[in-house]
């Protein structure tokens, strides 16, 4: 073996580089191909049956939701009767007069509370109420199963029955069945739950119900796929009774062997998608033969081999060109890498389109770039420090304000002058209102307190001509909004409307809540003006209508109103509660 070895290695070395790459590449080519041939075969095979499973079990959850929104009502309006007096008074006054049938009075009374059912309702066939006493009672809107139920119950204890032993123990709760469980009826045509029912006063049961359901509507909910192959099949099983399928969409289909595989959790024939219903208990199931999935995987084989095989030949012919081209590039990329070790970084060699030119020019790139990164790196670190060091003193600025405007505060006190104090107060109240500790977002509260401030700080300089009134409704008081949207249009109010009349004047704040939405209105009694576009030029209006729509959306703003010689309006338009904010107002 060694021998044969070394004999084949002296045989490979004879070779020159271009009949070694030849050899290399064609014998690599044909294993790949085997390799990636027999392994994408199966991995699409396995690929293909897990995509459909999933595919068809999101179809399959539809399908379920689908009942569920149909059974829904049904339920709804069958628990909704228990509420019903009457039903509650012909169930427990019941006794056992021989008679197997409810009085001719009594049946009237069912049949007008339980065609809220069977007439209204298109899935539900028909329906039967039972009491403790042998009495019985049977409505249907197709007419049909009446006579032959009364006479099996003629003969029959509804109590001895399978079906009743299993809806007693659910105590109330709805027991769905595949089929009909009525004597005197055809129990494969409809499926039906069965329910206790309990006095909802007393929770004492006071007989029975069975309300059948057209199979046909089983089929209404099955969403089906673009279906393009021709196994397969839906059906509707029921997981506590392993027998015959609820629905089955298909004639064609081995109904037993199909059950039995899926009952089993056998793979082999058929790959099963499923889902389950929670109202019914049953199971939404989609089945199909895995010989028809195995086509795409089988084609996809063969696709593959037959390019394997086309590959073997274009290697043939390009293996010697190839061994030509690819020492130049790497040449020049040793060359490079060589300098760069010893310390270059400044690489101007160019390189040719191929891939290892490609590789050749993203080093080069990389080490031209580091140098201009590492120079930017720099100056970002210096801009950052500087940036925190202007931070820091804008923290400290209104700190150092505050503490001013308290010293001459104080010194007013002291001097007596209390209009100066008052004014000092006003103005470093205001300031601080201002800043709001630097937040985005005010109360309504506050941002009116900041107005108050300001009119007192206007009427100590134009000596008490403006009046202001603030009518803004309790409950949005601790409601949050932007700062600084309502002073500018005091601001505007009073030098443009109140400060140009002769007189006194005066400016009112209204505020309330409309459906989901913040109204307020800034009304002045001043000259008014007769081109609104104007209120509109200015920049702190527009800075204040830009913020508006910025933070809350286009459909809110600002409006004017303007008539000359009687004053201005102006309504800002919010909503109450702002995005990302779980509370619209704080709770004090």
């Not at 839906?234 to 506590?240: K, N, R, S």
């Not at 274009?314 to 070790?341: H, M, N, W, Y």
Request: net charge negative; proline share 2%.
């Amino acid at each position: 073996m060694k021998s044969r070895f070394l004999n084949g290695w002296k045989w490979w070395r004879r070779h020159n580089i271009r009949d070694q790459i030849f050899m290399s590449m064609l014998f690599l080519t044909i294993l790949a191909t085997g390799v990636l041939g027999t392994v994408s075969y199966h991995m699409e095979k396995t690929t293909i049956e897990e995509n459909y499973r999933q595919s068809y079990e999101t179809m399959l959850k539809n399908s379920s939701k689908i009942l569920d929104l149909k059974l829904k009502p049904i339920i709804d309006k069958e628990r909704s009767i228990l509420t019903d007096a009457t039903l509650c008074e012909v169930l427990e006054r019941g006794q056992k007069d021989g008679d197997h049938e409810f009085t001719r009075e009594d049946q009237k009374a069912l049949e007008k509370i339980l065609t809220n059912i069977t007439f209204q309702e298109e899935a539900v066939s028909s329906v039967a109420v039972m009491d403790f006493y042998g009495h019985h009672f049977f409505l249907s809107n197709i007419n049909k199963g009446g006579l032959s139920f009364y006479n099996y119950y003629k003969e029959h204890r509804f109590q001895d029955e399978s079906w009743y032993k299993k809806t007693a123990a659910n105590a109330g709760k709805e027991v769905f069945w595949g089929q009909g469980v009525l004597g005197g009826e055809d129990t494969e045509e409809v499926v039906c739950f069965t329910k206790i029912l309990n006095n909802p006063s007393t929770g004492v049961p006071m007989g029975c119900m069975i309300l059948n359901l057209s199979r046909r509507m089983l089929g209404e909910s099955i969403v089906e796929g673009d279906e393009e192959y021709h196994t397969s099949v839906y059906m509707i099983v029921d997981e506590a009774q392993k027998g015959i399928p609820v629905y089955l969409n298909s004639e064609d289909a081995d109904t037993k062997q199909l059950v039995s595989d899926y009952f089993s959790g056998s793979d082999k024939r058929y790959v099963f998608s499923s889902a389950q219903n929670e109202t019914t208990g049953w199971s939404f199931v989609n089945a199909i033969a895995k010989n028809e999935l195995s086509i795409t995987s089988r084609y996809v084989r063969n696709v593959v081999f037959s390019l394997g095989g086309i590959i073997v030949v274009l290697s043939f012919f390009l293996a010697r060109q190839i061994s030509k081209s690819i020492t130049k590039p790497l040449k020049q990329l040793e060359k490079v890498i060589c300098d760069v070790g010893e310390g270059e970084r400044n690489i101007s060699e160019e390189f040719d389109d191929s891939e290892v030119g490609m590789i050749g020019r993203k080093f080069k790139e990389m080490v031209n770039t580091n140098l201009e990164l590492s120079e930017r790196l720099m100056s970002v670190k210096l801009n950052e420090r500087e940036a925190e060091l202007l931070l820091l003193q804008a923290q400290i600025n209104p700190h150092f304000l505050y503490n001013t405007l308290d010293s001459i505060y104080c010194v007013a006190i002291i001097h007596g002058d209390d209009q100066i104090a008052e004014m000092i107060l006003a103005l470093s109240n205001n300031f601080k209102l201002s800043l709001n500790n630097g937040e985005k977002y005010i109360t309504v509260e506050d941002s009116v307190r900041r107005v108050e401030e300001y009119m007192k700080l206007q009427n100590m300089r134009y000596q008490d001509r403006f009046e202001l009134r603030i009518e803004v409704e309790p409950e949005i008081r601790n409601c949050r909004i932007i700062s600084f949207i309502l002073q500018p249009f005091v601001e505007n109010a009073m030098y443009h409307g109140l400060e140009p009349k002769m007189g006194k004047g005066s400016i009112r704040i209204t505020g309330k809540r409309a459906d989901t939405n913040l109204i307020f209105e800034i009304i002045d009694d001043g000259v008014g003006i007769d081109d609104l576009s104007r209120l509109e030029s200015g920049y702190g209006i527009r800075n204040v209508k830009e913020r508006i729509q910025l933070n809350y959306g286009s459909e809110y703003g600002v409006t004017f109103e303007s008539e000359p010689g009687k004053g201005t309006t102006v309504r800002i338009t919010i909503p109450e509660k702002m995005k990302g904010m779980e509370k619209a107002c704080i709770d004090w």
